[in-house]
C-alpha cells in the first residue's frame, strides 16, 4: 500500500512539475537586449542603408539589371559587416528581364501640356519618339466595340471609362489608435474560408448572365438601399478587368500604337504594376474544361501584346473630355526599354552561425524585389533595410547565437510570394495536389504536404513588409502557444508602442510560405502611414516616405526577437497541423 501512494506521490510530482515547466516566464536577457536597443537607435545606420539602396539601387523589378546590381551591392554590404554565408539561391519563375530607359509623354495638340504617366512593367517599347492621335475607346461591351473597328491604327488609345476623383476629406497618413489595437488585442480566431475574395471568385466560369445576377443578389444583400445607378456602378467596377481585357485584345488586333488606362491614385501619384497579356476565355462551369494557365507579361513565351501606359487620374479625365468634346488631341511620346534573355529570380542569403544548436535555425527577412514605379523604398526596402540592420546590430555586439541566424531576402514576391514559397520547398517541404496556387500558403490545408529533413530544424521565421510604420506588436498567425513568449519579449519595447498581440492572422507577405507548411511564420503589426494610401505599388514609394525612428524602431525588435528565438533553451512552439483539404471539385 505504501509503495502504491509513493508511486501515485512521484507521478503527481512529475505531473505538477511539468506543468509548472510550461508555465514558467519565459527568460529574456535583459542585459543584450538594452545592448541591442543602444546600438539600434543611438547608432543605427539603417537610414544610410537605405538612401543607398533607394535611390541608387531602386526600383527592383523581378528578373531586371537593377535586381541584379542592387543584389551585388547588399551581398557585398553583408560580407563586409562579417557575415557568414552570403550567397544566391535560384528560385521561379523563369522571367525576361526588363528596365525602362527612358520616357516621356506630353500632349501638343489642342494644347500643349506635360503629361504626368508611366509604363507598366513588362510592356514593350516603341522605336523613336512618336506623335499620335489620341481615340477614347469609350466601348462597355463587344457590340459597342465594333464601332472603332478600323479607328485604332496607329493610334494612342484611351481603354478606361472616366475616373471619378472625389476630394480627400481624411488624412492619408495615420497610426493605428488605441481602440484599435484593442480591439486586434480582444479578437478571436478568423474562421478558415469563405469571405469575399471565395465568393468573387468564381466569376470568370459563369456565364455574362449568370455573372450579372449573383452580383445584383450580392449587393442588394450587404447594400439593401443601393438604388439601380449605384448597382451598375458597383457592377461596372468588378467587371472592369474583363472588360479591360477586351480592349487590349481589340487595341491588339487593330494594331493600336498604345493603349493607355486611367492610373489608380490621384495628385499626382500612378499606382502601377504589370503590363496585362489578356488571357483565354474562361469556359462556363459543367463543359468539364480545364482552366488555362495564367500567361504573365515577364514570361519567357509570352506573347507580343500592346505597348501600356497609365496616365494620372486628372490628365487622363482631361483627354478624354477633350476628345468627348469634339477636340482633335495628339500626344508626342517615347517609350524605350531594354530586355535581357530570361533567367531564373534568386533570392538573397546571408548568417550568423550557431554554436551548440548550430544545426537549427532563426530566420528574419522581406522581399527584396519592387515594383519600377517609385524606388521601392517602403515596399519592400525598409523590410530589406530592417532585417539587414537587426543582422549588424547582431554581428557589431559580437553575439555568440545557439542557434543559426538567418537572413533571407526574397525574389519575385510581388509575383505571388515566389522566392519564398521557392525556398520553403526546396528546404523545407510543399504541399502537394490539393489544387495548388495560394491556398496551400494559408496556414493549411490545400494538399499533402510533402517535408524534407530541414523541416525539423527551423524554429521560426519573423517577416517585414508593410510600409515604414512602426511596429505595435505582432500576429499570432493562429499559434496561441506563441502569446507567453511574445507577451515577454515585447515587454522591453512597451514604452515604444509595441504592445499588441492578436489571435488574427494577416496575409499577402512572405511569412505565409512557412505558416503554410506547418512552420512558425509570423507578420509584425504596424502602423499603417500612407502606405495603402500613397506608396503601395506607386511612384510615390520613395526615400521620402520612410520614417527614420520608426526604421530604428522596426530593426530592433527584429533584431531582438531573433536573438531571443537564438538562445531559447527550446524550439519555437508550433500550432497543431490543419488537416489537407481535398482538390476542389464541381461547382461548389
Known sequence: ???????????ALVVVSFGLAQMAPEKVDTIMINKIKEEGFKKSQVMDFMSTFSDVHGPRLAGSPDYKEAAAWVSQKLTSWGLQNVHFEKSGPVAKGWALKRFYMT???????PITAFPKAWTPGIKGSVTADVVFLNAKNEAELESYKGKLKGKIVLISGVRDLAAHFEAEGRRLTDAELLRMANAGLPEAGGGRRGQFGQFGQMTPAARDSMMRAMIKQTQPDADE??????????????????????CQKEGALVAVDAGRGD?????????????????????????????????????????????????????????????????????DVAWTPADSSFNIIAEIPGTDLKDQVVMLGGHFDSWHGGTGATDDGTGVGAAVEAMRILQTLGIKPRRTIRVALWAAEEEGLIGSRSYVAQHFGERVGGGGGMGGMMGGGGGELKLKPEHEKLSVYFNHDNGSGKFRGIYLQGNEAARPIFRAWLAPFASMGAT??????????????????????FQFIQDPLEYETRTHHSTADVYERIQA????????????FVYNAAMRDEMFPRKPAAAPRPARTGSN
Do not use: W
Not at 3 to 11: A, F, G, Q, S, T
Not at 301 to 313: C, E, K, L, M, T
Not at 551 to 557: E, L, R, V
Open 549 to 560: 525612428d520608426d526604421m530604428k524602431q522596426a530593426a530592433t525588435i527584429m533584431a531582438a
Open 1 to 11: 500500500m505504501m509503495k502504491r501512494i509513493l508511486c501515485v506521490v512521484m507521478v
Open 229 to 250: 445607378a449605384t448597382i451598375a456602378r458597383i457592377i461596372a467596377q468588378r467587371t472592369e478587368p474583363q472588360t479591360m481585357a477586351m480592349k487590349l485584345q481589340f
Open 500 to 521: 499588441t498581440i492578436t489571435l488574427q492572422n494577416t496575409g499577402g507577405t512572405d511569412h505565409l510560405s512557412f505558416d503554410g507548411v506547418g512552420l512558425p511564420g
Open 107 to 113: 500632349a501638343i495638340q489642342p494644347k500643349g501640356f
Open 267 to 335: 495628385g499626382g501619384t500612378i499606382f502601377i504594376a504589370s503590363a496585362t497579356v489578356p488571357q483565354p476565355q474562361a469556359q462556363p462551369q459543367g463543359q468539364g474544361a480545364t482552366p488555362a494557365v495564367r500567361v504573365n507579361a515577364y514570361d519567357a513565351n509570352a506573347p507580343q501584346i500592346v505597348p501600356q501606359v497609365s496616365v494620372a487620374g486628372e490628365q487622363y479625365n482631361r483627354l478624354a473630355r477633350m476628345i468627348e468634346d469634339g477636340q482633335k488631341v495628339k500626344v508626342e511620346m517615347a517609350l
